[in-house]
């Protein structure tokens, strides 16, 4: 059974175009994090939230925001994508901050 | 210096061949260390976490030498479906256990 969920699996937007990614975990933790990925780049980390705190990373562009309703679900909200947007995302959750992140299976996000 | 870093390969073997890579890192406080698995356009897997003592899961031997700031993995007798990208992930105390990914190593492995 999947664990962490990430909808859609693929996505096609065009320059300038808002678009939402979601991502939503079984697994009840207490962590959840997401990564832009380039290719041949490790992951790049964006902004984590442990419960309800909100972290966002120094390097991270305004363009990029999140909100997470619940314990469950978290969204990546890019309000504007440039070409340069395009990669993958991947959604990780971890049971507490030091522990084990399980990766969803990532949204490719295309940008037109 | 980067925080992590990794020799990104490729690493090309022989099936049936033994294979170790290193991942050094930078910061003295760090606690918790993982090996992922990332196979072309899907997402990282845990492959193993990687404990003081050392661990061994199968033909697959983590170890941690705080004293020289790497983490091992060694795998042995190698199959073709080892053929991926491994990373190593490190988080530190003083970074609030943010996660630093190394770019990863690639493996080939060919009959």
């Known amino acids: 059974d999947a664990m962490v969920i990430q909808n859609p699996r693929y996505q096609v937007t065009q320059f300038g175009k808002p678009v939402t990614l979601s991502c939503s975990q079984t697994l009840n933790h207490n962590v959840m994090y997401w990564y832009q990925q380039k290719s041949s780049q490790a992951p790049k980390l964006l902004f984590h939230?442990?419960?309800?705190?909100?972290?966002n990373e120094a390097d991270t562009p305004d363009n990029f925001q999140s909100r997470r309703p619940n314990t469950s679900f978290c969204f990546l909200d890019i309000r504007s994508p440039g070409l340069g947007d395009a990669a993958m995302y991947l959604c990780?959750?971890?049971?507490?901050?030091?522990?084990?992140?399980?990766f969803g299976p990532g949204t490719r996000l295309l940008v037109l | 210096r980067k925080e992590v870093e990794q020799d990104p390969g490729p690493f090309n073997v022989p099936e049936g061949a033994t294979v170790a890579f290193n991942c050094t890192y930078s910061n003295s406080a760090s606690q918790s260390f993982f090996w992922y698995r990332q196979d072309c356009r899907k997402e990282p897997k845990l492959l193993m976490s990687?404990?003081?003592s050392g661990n061994e899961d199968g033909r697959f031997t983590a170890q941690l030498n705080r004293a020289s700031q790497y983490i091992s993995l060694l795998i042995r007798d190698s199959k073709l479906s080892d053929s991926a990208t491994y990373l190593c992930v490190v988080k530190s105390t003083g970074g609030s256990y943010i996660p630093t990914f190394g770019r990863g190593t690639s493996l080939i492995v060919h009959p």
């Open positions: 990687v404990y003081s």
């Open positions: 990780a959750t971890s049971r507490e901050r030091e522990e084990t992140q399980y």
């Open positions: 939230y442990y419960d309800k705190d909100f972290n």
